[in-house]
């Protein structure tokens, strides 16, 4: 009598009542009946309907009592709703066609936002596909139930998956810091997916887009975003620089090979990082190593002072200082400084709207870092619908279903 009520409490019944607890083969059998004095409700509409038929016995996994496997039976009925036709009634611990129960799932799930899924399966002692089933129920939950009317602001940016072999396209709600939308490839007719999804006026909508200059996408944000700004990411930006000062450096490395070997080896950190993260010893070799007149110590002078660009509040300040950046760039003697000088030139304008609208993906960096970590960790990520799963529970901050009692 106890585990009915229970049961009863738990899954917050109320147009149903527990009919029997059996246990067999060692797993708690629940069967489940309508309460008769209820009319019920359309599954759809949610319109108390006259019933129809009744359909035969279901099962649905249940949250486990103790370890011990538990299973909802239940035949359910179908209604003859006005608005929808023969429809299967409303029953509060399912979701669509899911062999799981609502709270399982979300136990399941929530879980699975803190440890690898194969685990979440070995504490409960379920397979690990019946996690990802769990996953995705709340996540089509989630999609179904989120909103996005409040999304202006987007970035986009790409995260690879397989060791770089297969790129993903994601875009970002970069206000409420939350993945909205993950697509496999990242050509143009991927982001045109995104926009088709999202739909015209949610498009129209949106203010900004941040994203990489060299994206190959440029075409389709301005087509189909047309009154948002294009902001170019600043952290794009600074890993373009830091290519081309690596650039310098490898190819002085190269050119003293003969004559001082020793002299740039282990430097690449000291010339990349930003001086304040330098260790002592790195200091001291830095200072050594700026008495010299070094190709790679003026690339490093020029890529110390792009930095302070990005401190301008007055977009006419920040052209101004850019300007004199460019000159002393292309004076450089350095072909990969002044190819960088080049291309910033070439997208100044998006790249000076930084200004107008202070927006970067580094949100996205963040983000990016907590999926990876939930991509090193799981298993079976070789499809992109589970890697995508997999985004989407870890990073779109997506509702769950309520329930009546906490489980966890
Ligand atoms: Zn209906």
Redesign the pocket.
Known sequence: MLIESIIRKTLGLKRFCVKEVKEEDGQLLVYLAPDKRYKLA??????K?PGYDTLAETRWRHVPLWGIPVVLIYAPRR?K????GV?VEAIPWTQGKSPLSVPLSVVLATWAKEVAWQVVGRLFGFHWNTVRKAVKDVVDYGLKHRDISDVVYIGIDEISRRKGHIYHTQVYDLIGKRLLWSGEGRSSSTLEAFCDELGTERCEQIEAVCCDMWAPYLDVIKERFPNAVLVFDKFHIVRHLIEAVDTVRKQEAWELKAANPELLKKTRYIWLKNPCNLTEHQRVRLSDLEKLNLKINRAYLLKEAFRRFWDYTYPAWAKKYLDQWFWWATHSRLQPMRRFAWMIRRHEKDILNYFKVLIDNGCVEALNNKAKSISHRAFGYRTSRTFNLAQYHGMGKLPMPPLTHKFV
């Open positions: 359309c599954s759809r509409c949610g319109k309907m209604v709703c006005a608005t929808c429809k």
